[in-house]
């Protein structure tokens, strides 16, 4: 099947399946070249408007979920700035993982990159492997064995660079400029573009309807005093609008558009909805860092892009009431996610296993948990699991069989106190491969006042090899 569209008096295929495509169909071709070659293909009217919205709307969602800075580049493609938001998804491959699976899961085939600029970004997605991230300042180098078409250049351009001998963007990038500008109007603009030598403006999708604000200068701004004052002045404009709304913030995107029209954004999140300027104005000033003014930054937007309702609470007298508390809580976690990254920020909640490594899991500070068995009361366990137990060596054994001195990344220790065993057996019922499995704990005390918690797989008169699983006492 074929899409085909009315280009002049020619009728042309505008898209073309897999079946077809293995059958060497390619967008461009007269459909009926396509006929004469293969008597039954399926012709349809290519809907240019409907995919334009679809293209729309899947840059509106991209918006909501990865970056306040997302443009479309019909037919097929979005440009995303990801540069202020990558670290709420541990970086790069993360979001663009992140990306790639919920797209696909929608039915949509894509390809994706990342580089420093967008033409650089443009090529590297169509004409190399799939998810591919470009190391900062390494564009010349992705992009030079690319064909000249990659830098976006109209087909009888390309077609003219061929026929000249010059087939790869590296040889484009080492002939003389001059020489090339006086045959070719566009070439060193996409050129430089790609390379990060020249600025590339996008027409930004904005979503109508979500709490924003502005402030335009008449002046440019760019130290980072300036745009710490900028930012809480946006956020008190904004602050009075959400509490009209009955909304708090749980996800802020600030813009700044700098004078050579290049727009950068950062993105901060909360755990919790609220309203408060000065933790909001804490947080974005974590992450104006990130942002280049360049020479001078000329306008400044802020924009709510996930809110919640957040109605307004009675103060109670107590200074440590249940509100209060909760939200100086919530403050602490948005803090440490601003800080240390949003999957290193967690709690820990009971799983009903016997196994260490299975009773407890990592939630979100603030996710409610189906009800589990809590932990017994007076079970010792140390503060700190190490995921997986290591090895050690021992060295001597106590009389009733606890050891006396091991070794542990090459440091001998000797044990001064030891509680045990503590014999853990294996779950038949999750694995039949755990049904022997049998673990002889042991809680340590150095001489040296160390406390580690050690097991042996087996019980000593079948030489059991010794473990570290813990380390300190809760």
Known sequence: MVTAIQHGPRREIAAVDRAARRLGLRPGMTVAQAQASIHDLLVIDADLAGDADGLTRLAAWCLRRYSPLVATDPPDGLWIEIAGSADLFQGEAGLLDDLERRVVRSGICIRAAVADTPGAAWAVARFRSRKLIVSPGMQVDAVAELPVRALRLAPETAAGLVQLGIE??????AKPRAAIKMRFEDVLLRLDQAFGQAPEPLAYLTLPGRPEARLAFAEPIATPESLQFTTRRLLTRIEQDLERRCLGARRLDLVFRRVDGVTQAVRVGTARPTRNVTHLARLCGEKLALVDPGFGIDEA????????????????LNAADEPAAAAGFGELVDRLTVRVGPGRVYRAAPVASAIPERSVRRVHPFDRVPPEPAWPAGLPRPARLLAPPEQVA?????????PAVFVWRRVRYRVGHADGPERITGE??????ETGLVRDYYR????????????????AAEGGRWWLHGIGEA
């Open 394 to 402: 021992v060295v001597a054994l106590a009389p009733d069989h606890p």
């Open 428 to 433: 038949w019922w999750v694995s039949d491969e």
């Open 444 to 459: 340590v005390e150095t001489i040296a006042g160390d406390r580690f918690w050690l097991f042996r797989d087996a019980p």
């Open 301 to 316: 937007t802020l924009v709510v892009s996930v809110t919640e309702r957040l109605d307004p609470t009675q103060a109670g």
């Open 168 to 173: 790869r963007i590296g040889q484009l990038a």
